[in-house]
C-alpha cells in the first residue's frame, strides 16, 4: 500500500489485546493447526483451550463471526466449542473465552482468545478453503503496461491521448507526446509534507485536482497558472491515510460494490460493509484495491501479501457471497506496489523496482476475449 510497508503483513492474523490487571500484561499468540474441516478445526481448538485452562476453571463462550461463514454454521460451531468445554468442577472458577471466527484468502481462521484474571491467551486453528482445480482456466487475464519510470516516487499518474501527467513527490508535471515520445513541457511544485507520502489526480474538464496529505490544489489542465492550494482534503495531514470524516474512519482504499462498501482498513484487511454501514466480512490478502468495471462486471484488483521489501503482485477477483475469489492469474512485479488507483476501465498501478530502485506506473487493463 505504502512505502513503508505499512498494511502490508497479512500472510498472518495479529491480534492485540491490552488489560491492565494490577500492571501485569502477557500476551501469548500460538501459531495456528490447520485442520480439513470446521469440525475438526473446533475439536483442535478446544484441545488448545482446554490445556489453559486449570481444573478448576470453566469456560464462559461469547462468539462473533467476522467471515463469510454462513450464520448457521458459525453457531454450529460455537456450539460444538462450548460442550467440548464443559466440565464441573466442585469450586468452579469462571473464564471468558472470546471465541471469533475470521477469514483470509486461505481459508478460516477460528480463534480462541482466554481472558485469565492477569493475563490473555490466544490460541488458533485453521480450516483451509479447498483450492480450485489448477486445470480450471482463469475467467479473465489482467494485462499490464509500463507507462511512465524514473527515480523520484511516483504518487498518481494520468494520462489522456497526447499527455501524461505525473504526480510524484517533486509536484506535478505535464508531458506531452512528440516524435513518438514524452517531453517535459511544465512542471509545478507542490507542498509535499509526509515523509511516506500519497497522492491522487482528479481530472475535471479543465483542470485537474491534486489530493495530498492535508492539501487539496487545483492546476488548470495545461498547467498556464500557479496551483491554487487550500487546507484538508480527503488525506489526513502528514498520514497516508485517507478520512472523509464519516463512518468509515482512517482508511486506505474505498469502493462501493452494489450495496456493500470496502474498505481497505489501517490493520491491513479488506472489510466488507452492508448499506447500514454494519461489517459483514474481513479478509486478508492484499493490502490495497482498485475497482476494475469492465467486460460487464465490476472486479476488484488486489495487491498480494509482500512487504515493503519483497515483489509484489497483483490478480482480479470477484466477491462471492462476500468471499474474494479470484478469476484472473495474478501478474508478477520486481517490487511492492506503493498505490494502486481505478483509472477508466483499467487501474493504475506504481511499483518501486527493488533492482534499480526506481518507481514505474503501470497501466492495468482487462482482456474481456477469455
Known sequence: MDATGVGRQLGSPHIIRYM????????????????????????????????????????RVTSRNMSSLPAADAAKAQTALTRALQRRPRNPKQVEVAFTISENLRGYLLVAEIRHENETVIEMTEFRI?????????????????????????????????????????GLALYERRTGKWDRTVA???????????????????????????????????????PQCEQGGRFKAERNTQ???????EFFASTELGSDTLLAGIDGRIHIHDAAHSPQAVFDGGSDFALIAACGGRHIALTGTGDAASPDSIALYDLVNRTP??????????????????AGEGAVAIVRNLSTGKYGAYSLTLDCGR
Do not use: Y
Request: charge should be negative; include cysteine.
Open 188 to 226: 509545478v511544485e507542490l507542498p509535499v509534507v509526509n515523509r511516506d507520502p500519497r497522492g491522487r489526480l482528479e481530472m475535471n474538464g479543465d483542470s485537474v485536482t491534486v489530493h495530498e496529505p492535508g492539501v487539496t490544489c487545483t492546476v488548470p489542465i495545461k498547467m498556464t497558472a500557479p
Open 130 to 170: 479447498a483450492a480450485p482445480s489448477a486445470e480450471a482456466p482463469a475467467a479473465f487475464r489482467l494485462e499490464s503496461k509500463l507507462l511512465w519510470e524514473q527515480e523520484l516516487p511516483i504518487l498518481d499518474v494520468a494520462v489522456l491521448p497526447d499527455s501524461l501527467r505525473v504526480l510524484d513527490t517533486a
Open 20 to 59: 491492565g490487571v494490577r500492571g501485569f500484561l502477557l500476551l501469548m499468540i500460538t501459531i495456528a493447526a490447520r485442520a480439513d474441516t470446521l469440525d475438526d478445526a473446533v475439536a483442535a481448538l478446544a484441545k488448545k483451550v482446554v490445556a489453559r485452562l486449570a481444573t478448576s476453571e470453566t469456560a
Open 243 to 249: 478520512d472523509l470524516q464519516d463512518w468509515r474512519g
Open 325 to 342: 475469489v479470484r478469476v484472473s492469474e495474478p501478474i508478477e512485479f520486481s517490487g511492492p506496489v506503493t498505490a494502486l488507483w481505478p
